[in-house]
């Protein structure tokens, strides 16, 4: 039977973030002899051999994305927006001098593991999902600062439920460190983003904040993204405006990329611009939202610089309007419930 059903041991209502032991993974390898990945093959198991001396592991040359899969209610499981995805890869590949995986390729190993793995896709009633997770790394051995001539491409899957939870919650913004240079790799999915944050990140958390705002690595001034998700505003009016910051430090969302597209089908302005921390007081609605993190709705910002406390949706626990709406919009196009534009929902075939 394809696609088998979902588990029946484990609890779908409580998942973490923890890796499972119990799931096999995808493997493709490049060689700069043959020039090509290799036809990707399933590990029966969540762990990778890696040698001491890849760069992967000494500088960083990896990269990574994160997409998202659901089973329906008549048991089709279904991919979110895999083309962009494998996109913004390519990007991030680039960015660290990792070679192309091309678009083809990348589809068929997420495809590949999801179908191996798809008891472990959680059933349609629970609002859990399934995370995968395509990684890329350097892993010829080698201590020179130059390109290796192996490389490995691959996928991880982990159900799991939104990351930071569905209720408001407190942002703090992160001074005394800066992300992404003015010239950096901000806009790729790198690992070197996310490393030197987690200090700062689990002093939040000890302090009440369940997010970290950055702002601009120059001024100081300007939004840049949340440590694990992107930034959206929102100002209240008969056609509500969202507001997203640009910026070249910034990683490109598929999540604010689709907040974006429902909110113009439902007739709603977009302003996609430089947005000044100082407009955030003006906002009625703060959202950040990412593939792991979904739409979590912001209750308050604070930046203990200027000891402000910025209150969104009167501080309320839940949800503001515009949220809840785009968040049931793009959640019922995941599981199958809706309708979104062509290509955006992509069936998992037997494999």
Not at 164 to 180: I, S, Y
Not at 330 to 337: E, N, V
């Amino acid at each position: 039977m394809f696609p088998e059903p979902a588990s029946q041991e484990i609890d779908w209502n409580k998942l973490s973030l923890k890796g499972l032991d119990l799931t096999s993974h995808v493997e493709s390898h490049y060689s700069t002899e043959t020039g090509e990945w290799s036809a990707p093959e399933i590990v029966a198991s969540p762990y990778l051999k890696v040698h001491g001396l890849s760069p992967g592991l000494n500088y960083g040359q990896q990269c990574y994305e994160g997409l998202k899969a659901c089973r329906t209610a008549d048991n089709q499981i279904l991919l979110f927006r895999p083309n962009e995805h494998a996109n913004r890869m390519h990007h991030s590949t680039n960015t660290v001098s990792i070679p192309n995986i091309p678009e083809e390729h990348f589809l068929a190993c997420v495809n590949l593991v999801v179908a191996a793995n798809s008891t472990f896709v959680p059933p349609h009633e629970s609002n859990a999902l399934l995370y995968v997770r395509p990684v890329a790394f350097g892993s010829g051995p080698q201590l020179a600062l130059t390109s290796p001539s192996e490389f490995t491409f691959a996928v991880f899957i982990l159900p799991g439920s939104a990351y930071h939870g569905v209720t408001a919650q407190d942002a703090l913004v992160c001074e005394g460190f800066d992300r992404a240079a003015p010239l950096g790799v901000g806009n790729a999915k790198v690992g070197g983003n996310y490393a030197p944050v987690m200090k700062y990140t689990d002093q939040a958390y000890r302090e009440g904040f369940s997010l970290l705002l950055h702002l601009d690595s120059l001024t100081h001034t300007e939004i840049d993204e949340f440590s694990t998700s992107g930034f959206l505003g929102v100002k209240a009016g008969d056609k509500p405006t969202l507001i997203v910051p640009s910026s070249r430090n910034i990683l490109p969302s598929v999540t604010t990329d689709t907040c974006i597209e429902v909110a113009k089908l439902f007739g709603w302005k977009v302003e996609k611009r430089t947005v000044k921390f100082d407009e955030v007081p003006f906002l009625d609605e703060v959202m950040a939202v990412g593939t792991a993190t979904l739409l979590l709705p912001i209750k308050s910002i604070t930046r203990r610089s200027t000891g402000e406390k910025i209150l969104f949706n009167e501080g309320k626990s839940e949800a503001g309007p515009c949220c809840e709406t785009l968040r049931k919009t793009i959640d019922d196009i995941l599981r199958g419930r809706g309708q979104g534009p062509e290509g955006w929902s992509v069936a998992v075939k037997e494999v």
